[in-house]
């Protein structure tokens, strides 16, 4: 291999082609091939030389990174002025051209206008460089700080809970071996170590160390305490602090005990602190939960599904307890279900089970509703909507037969609003329109003419959070036959994006951002494709233009001249709109480029352009186009 | 073998003369005088006169170093300085017509200068020759590295070496003819004549660029390039980008080759194996190389193994021969002062009244067995002139003494605590850290130029007042050292500005009065930590100085940079007392000695060299790693070195017997930083790895005086055992540890910026 990399460093030399370039670009005609080569191989030697020396400082200046100050410190060493001003925000700066058969980087310099820079506001001072201190270790042993690494990553944790005899941990190695010879000596049957360690595992102790334990006790009565911004500091620690994993056995059972007794006390506070507490180590990036599923999982279901969970059930709110319970049991499912735990099938066994059984009561049968609802819209569809007339029809029997409980009423209410609130969206987006009332109250039974409206409302929901996404992405500006897409304001995503211009070589480009499910409360943020080397003018801000056309126009963007005769058009076709079925992306922004005399004529037609550019073939781009861009990079892909 | 006390003698030559000179003004020319100084006066304090060229005694002593004065004057006169040489002429005693009837060019000087210098008895006189045709013209190949594009018809003096030839054709087959050898021959010699591949290589493609035969120098490159060891990976790749006659101009790295000789250690056996080998294969190529280019340091006993030869191989220029280690070196401490014996008593009162008398039991022998015994190995008190106490020096070992008390015994089982130093928003880049000895200050260094010392005890860094308010206050009072600090200024952090480039190396000194920097605008600038001002700029090494530190006893300092030379300094003198040069490519790291007499210093041509402040001499050549050296750390006694590299090993050396003594294996970059604990039990390591590891150096350093190696023939055998030495590894967040500190009391401090 080592062969291989140094016969190419061999022969790397620079194109012959570059030379020409370069020549062209100092006024230097007609080169010489023989030139060319000469030169081409003297130069590649040179900056060979210089990047070695680059490399002396980028070690003394304690880097991995190679940066142009190396270079220019390089360049000093040889008596070779360096070069100044180059100094580049972006990673590579470069810029790919092509035309008439050559291709070309080059290093695009923007025109800058002084008094945009004057005027300006001056940008935040940079910190000052500052000293802190902390602990790395203690007496040879690593304390769990965030200052510190975690002590023990998410795949060690792993590893030690499915592999325990290859565990190996910093500060118990030593004893564990010594532990596991004594342990082998005196085996009768002289079979090894191994067998000494198999049988040595369950014995090694999980101490905590004093500060662990003072932490512990602080953590837990803070969490279950009455000082409510004492409990968000704690919950705010266990999300965050990562070196919990030493407790992580400790909480478990804290939590599982603890809701096992306050069930019972029905103590309605207690357990939504605890479910809090659930949700917070859920949270903590470095922990590795899988161990305690067996604890947290009960817990958690008996939360959505207790008959009763507090002391007035005609009073609390213990809807909202099963809610949130059940939206962390869906979180669980999502990151912790695999094909050998099965923890979603098995959860949507034991709902399903005591949905169908008659005699549950209803806030069982609320929490299972809601455990089942918020495992997804597959899940609704395949186990919700079936029952609808079943559910329909015991809930037509509480609200309009006789009185029987209040507490009954109120809990066949409560269902009511809960499947309405599920099940409607879902309807939507699976049910072609019209919705007529007639038909819902044949297929659904009592609930039917309560669904029906509520599925007219999320559709008109939907239409309007898609305008309001195009509202806040997009400014049309009618009269004049160009387009521009921008970000109005930084309502997107959040944070001043740096402007990222994503260079597409040629042909279009596109942006097609996906609408949420309506019931989701925020609608996924707009995604911008933009089309770079355009005048310079529009490029400072976040306006996106686009200069390349799906008109045959051979012009390629890169070209700046013709840049500047072209005007960027977008298209936007909404997909959305009534006719289209629902589940087609609700709309497509297509965006082309023409020149400014034919677009006048093209705009009218833009929104019955047919949608002949596939999807499919878009979101190809998409994709490609993404992962080049770090603002967009974020958003993925559905 | 039997030329070997003129070779070592040759080559102090060729190395002065390969100081790079940087420019052709005067003090350029100056500095290599200062050179001469080295070789021929031998007090420091006689030789830091204002001019180096005062330095030199009028006595043209021994033929050799006539030789070398007369190399340089044929150079001064040559670059048409007639005024400097003159002046060296009168200087050195020399006649008037000492060079007359030198010829004008450079190579045909080299039988003049051998016969004029007279017969040496005992040398014959092609060696001679050789050797002066060497110093000359790589005297003359100095000032052509800055001034590139100067045209210097001596270049082809040092490269016309390679001008005589064979068919082109055939170095392919002699090369692979050897390898056949080479593989056919017992297990035992393979390993040890393997070496010959690396240099002969070299040599060969060398030759074959020289000659202008570019295609068959890459096919001969392309062919064997993948034999070689991985070790000169960074050297083939130099060589790779070489392939042109012009290329070899000014290319340092060949230049290397060109005037040092590769030095290979074999056993005799093996060696005649070679031998009668290539004089039945009449290859009178390769013997050719081996006889210009290669020095065979031929032993007698077993041949060793290839895992013993790996571990010594891999510098720039193979072994270090056996004689450049076999000098005395006093690596013992130097007695402590007697000012300890009432400070004792003092400690004792103060503890007394404490009521803890057991504490000072243990010290007191401690101190009485360090006073009463001297050390064999110590050099003489006053080997090297060392600055008198002042008082607040006493103050500060009654300090040392108290604190010391309380010192913790570091062990495996008794591992140290860790406080990191996260240097945070350093965005320009931090290059640098120091901390005072007594731990009060951190200093950074950092790419912006600037050098930024923080207080990290609640006293803060204070000002002393300007002379005007000076001179308003009561002198006689009793408090007068707290009175003319200026109480306005007081802050956690000052800033010094002054460099014009990254600030690359950063000592404090002893006392605390003083900070040293290093930067890559080629000067070191010498603080006050009373007034932060920039009291001295130094100015010699005029490329990147990359290191800088002081001795522990203050006064003097020592630096290295880029043009391959240490130079050792004192405060009060603006140019070097002393020259190291001798290393083939930057000083990457430089280190004192505990007792001051010597001087370490690392290299990126894989080596790393002790010098003797004395005289100048290198007493201590030390090849094993396989990558430039970053960090060097003394033990507290005085008798280890450890070395870390860029390769990620520590190697521990033994002075006084000039052998590698272990190899640390873990760390995974760069490593920058080490430091033994105050009693030597531990030695810390900091890599850019992120990660600061603990290592047994007891035990490292106590299974050996068990072992006998076997001195005689320099031979090791290292067992590989860092597993079991390794003590700790800590991870640091992202964060590359550059610098690690011990603490008076054991505590280890480390300091990194963080990298988000």
């Known amino acids: 291999m080592a062969e291989e990399r140094r016969q190419k460093q061999c022969s790397v030399v620079l194109p012959t082609e570059s030379m020409k370039a370069m020549a062209e670009s100092v006024g230097v005609g007609q080169l010489q091939e023989d030139s060319c080569v000469a030169l081409s191989e003297e130069v590649s030697y040179r900056i060979k030389e210089i990047a070695q020396d680059a490399l002396k400082f980028m070690h003394h200046g304690k880097r991995r990174k190679l940066t142009t100050s190396d270079i220019d410190n390089a360049l000093k060493l040889k008596n070779v002025e360096p070069l100044y001003g180059f100094q580049s925000q972006e990673f590579i700066p470069f810029r790919f051209a092509s035309g008439g058969g050559r291709e070309l980087h080059f290093y695009e310099e923007k025109e800058v206008d002084l008094s945009d820079i004057i005027n300006t506001p001056l940008p935040r001072v940079p910190l000052d460089v500052s000293l802190k201190a902390h602990w790395l270790s203690i007496e040879g042993v690593q304390p769990s700080i965030p200052e510190n690494p975690p002590p023990a990553s998410k795949e060690q944790q792993k590893t030690e809970s499915t592999e325990p005899l290859k565990v190996v941990k910093p500060g118990q190695e030593e004893k564990g071996t010594i532990q596991g010879k004594g342990q082998s000596t005196t085996t009768p049957d002289g079979k090894g170590k191994e067998k000494g360690l198999i049988r040595l595992k369950p014995r090694s102790t999980h101490e905590l160390s004093v500060e662990q334990q003072l932490y512990y006790k602080e953590i837990t009565e803070a969490c279950v305490g009455s000082c409510e911004a004492k409990r968000a500091e704690a919950l705010q620690s266990i999300a965050t602090d990562p070196g919990l994993y030493q407790m992580l056995p400790r909480f478990s059972t804290f939590i599982s005990e603890g809701v096992r007794v306050n069930v019972v006390q029905n103590n309605l506070a207690l357990l939504i602190y605890l479910m809090r507490m659930v949700k917070a180590l859920m949270d903590n990036p470095t922990l590795y939960l899988e161990k305690y599923l067996h604890e947290l999982i009960p817990a958690v279901v008996t939360c959505i599904v207790s008959k009763q969970l507090c002391l007035r059930p005609d009073v609390d709110n213990h809807w909202a307890l099963r809610d949130f319970a059940a939206r962390l049991m869906a979180q669980s499912c999502k990151t912790f279900s695999t094909t050998t735990n099965n923890i979603q099938s098995r ?207 051979p012009v390629t963007s890169t070209v700046p001249s013709a840049t500047s005769t072209l005007q960027p058009l977008v298209k936007l076709e909404s997909g959305g709109t009534p006719g289209l079925t629902a589940s087609r992306p609700l709309q497509k922004y297509i965006v082309v480029s023409l020149p400014s005399s034919a677009s006048s004529s093209l705009e009218p037609k833009s929104s019955v352009l047919p949608t002949s550019i596939s999807s499919a073939s878009l979101d190809g781009g998409i994709k490609l186009e993404r992962s080049e861009s770090p603002g967009v990079s974020t958003q993925s892909p559905h | 073998n039997e030329s070997a006390p003129q070779e070592s003698e040759s080559n102090q030559i060729v190395s002065c003369s390969k100081i790079h000179i940087p420019s052709n003004h005067l003090g350029g020319f100056n500095r290599s005088n200062a050179n001469d100084g080295r070789l021929l006066s031998s007090s420091p304090g006689a030789g830091t006169g204002g001019t180096a060229t005062g330095n030199n005694k009028p006595a043209p002593g021994p033929p050799e170093e006539q030789q070398t004065l007369l190399a340089v004057l044929q150079f001064l006169k040559k670059s048409k300085l007639a005024e400097s040489a003159e002046i060296l002429r009168r200087e050195a005693g020399l006649p008037e017509d000492a060079l007359d009837p030198k010829g004008t060019d450079a190579s045909g000087s080299g039988p003049g200068l051998a016969a004029g210098s007279g017969q040496v008895d005992g040398v014959d006189a092609s060696s001679l020759l050789s050797r002066v045709t060497v110093s000359s013209s790589a005297a003359a190949q100095a000032p052509k590295k800055a001034a590139a594009g100067e045209d210097q018809p001596d270049v082809s003096v040092v490269l016309s070496a390679y001008s005589q030839q064979g068919d082109p054709s055939l170095y392919d087959a002699y090369y692979s003819g050897l390898k056949r050898f080479i593989e056919s021959v017992l297990d035992c010699h393979r390993a040890e004549l393997s070496q010959l591949f690396y240099p002969l290589f070299v040599h060969m493609y060398l030759e074959l660029v020289y000659n202008n035969n570019e295609s068959v120098a890459k096919a001969f490159f392309e062919k064997f390039s993948g034999d070689q060891e991985c070790y000169y990976e960074q050297d083939l790749r130099i060589l790779s980008s070489l392939t042109k006659k012009e290329h070899m101009k000014g290319n340092e790295t060949l230049l290397d080759f060109r005037t040092s000789k590769f030095v290979l250690r074999i056993s005799r056996d093996s060696y005649q194996l070679l031998k009668r080998h290539l004089q039945e294969r009449q290859n009178n190529q390769i013997w050719n190389i081996i006889q210009e280019h290669l020095y065979i340091d031929i032993f007698d006993g077993m041949p060793r193994s290839k895992s013993q030869i790996d571990a010594m191989s891999g510098s720039l220029a193979g072994e270090a021969r056996r004689e450049a280690n076999k000098a005395k070196v006093f690596y013992g401490l130097l007695k402590e002062p007697e000012i300890e014996l009432p400070l004792d008593d003092e400690d004792e009162e103060a503890e007394n009244e404490e009521g803890k008398p057991k504490k000072k039991k243990p010290k007191k022998d401690s101190m009485g067995s360090k006073s009463k015994k001297q050390d064999p190995n110590a050099p003489l008190q006053t080997r090297i002139p060392l600055p008198e106490l002042k008082d607040s020096d006493k103050l500060d070992k009654i300090m040392y003494m108290k604190e010391s008390t309380k010192r913790i015994r570091l062990g495996s089982d008794n591992l140290p605590s860790i406080c990191f130093y996260t240097f945070l928003n350093a965005y320009q880049g931090l290059t640098a850290v120091d901390v005072t000895d007594d731990s009060s200050l951190i200093a950074g260094g950092f790419a912006d130029s600037t050098v930024r010392v923080w207080s990290v005890t609640p006293k803060k860094l204070r000002k002393v007042k300007s002379a005007a308010d000076l001179n308003l206050i009561d002198k006689e009072s009793d408090d007068v050292l707290e009175r003319i600090m200026d109480e306005k200024t007081a802050s956690e952090l000052k800033i010094l500005y002054g460099h014009s480039g990254p600030v690359y190396g950063i000592s404090f000194s002893p006392d605390r009065n003083y900070l040293l920097s290093s930067s890559e605008d080629g000067t070191i600038r010498l603080w006050s930590l009373q007034t932060f001002t920039c009291l001295v700029g130094y100015k010699g090494h005029n490329y990147p100085v990359w290191d800088t530190q002081f001795s522990p006893y203050g006064y003097y300092f020592v630096s290295g940079g880029h043009d391959r030379v240490a130079r050792l300094w004192a405060t009060d003198h603006y140019q070097p007392l002393r020259i190291f040069a001798g290393h083939l490519a930057d000083i990457t790291c430089t280190r004192f000695h505990p007792n001051s007499n010597y001087v370490a210093t690392g290299s990126s041509d894989r080596t790393i060299r002790l010098w003797d402040v004395l005289n100048g001499n290198c007493v201590r050549i030390f090849t094993g790693h396989k990558g430039p050296i970053h960090a060097l750390a003394f033990s507290p006694n005085g008798k280890f070195l450890a070395s870390g590299a860029t390769d990620g090993r520590v190697l521990l050396w033994d002075i006084g017997h000039g052998l590698m003594v272990g190899e640390l294996k873990g760390h995974t970059d760069t490593i920058y930083s080490l430091r033994f604990s105050r009693d030597g039990e531990i030695l810390a390591s900091g890599s850019m790895d992120n990660t600061v590891r603990l290592w047994d150096a007891m035990k490292a350093f106590d299974d050996l005086e068990t072992d006998d190696f076997t001195a005689a023939t320099g031979h090791i055998h290292l067992q590989d055992n860092s597993q079991e030495l390794l003590l700790g590894t800590y991870m640091t967040k992202s964060t590359p540890v550059l610098h690690l500190h011990f603490t008076r009391r054991n505590l280890l401090l480390a300091a990194g910026a963080y990298n988000p």
């Open chain 1, 347 to 553: 959860v949507t066994k034991t709902l399903t089970k005591s949905l169908f059984d008659d005699k549950t009561q209803w806030t069982t049968r609320y929490g299972c509703i809601a455990g089942l609802a918020e495992l997804g819209a597959d899940v609704i569809k395949t186990l919700i909507l079936p029952r609808l007339t079943v559910e329909g029809a015991r809930i037509k029997a509480v609200m309009e037969g006789p009185v029987v409980s209040n507490i009954d009423k109120i809990g066949a209410e409560h269902v009511q609003t809960l499947l309405l609130k599920h099940c409607a969206s879902v309807i939507a987006k699976i049910r072609p329109q019209p919705d007529n009332v007639e038909q819902y109250r044949a297929e659904y039974g009592y609930l039917g003419p309560m669904l029906c409206s509520h599925v007219v409302k999320a559709r008109t929901q939907a239409t309007l959070q898609a305008q309001q996404v195009n509202r806040t992405t997009l400014t049309i500006t009618q009269p004049r036959p160009t387009l521009s897409v921008s970000q109005s304001g930084l309502t997107g995503s959040g944070g001043p994006r740096t402007p990222s211009i994503i260079k597409v070589p040629s042909s279009l480009t596109l942006m097609s951002p996906r609408p949420g499910t309506p019931s989701q409360p925020s609608p996924p943020a707009t995604k911008y494709i933009v089309m770079g080397t355009s005048a310079g003018a529009a490029s400072t801000q976040q306006v996106i233009t686009l200069s390349s056309s799906q008109s045959a126009s």
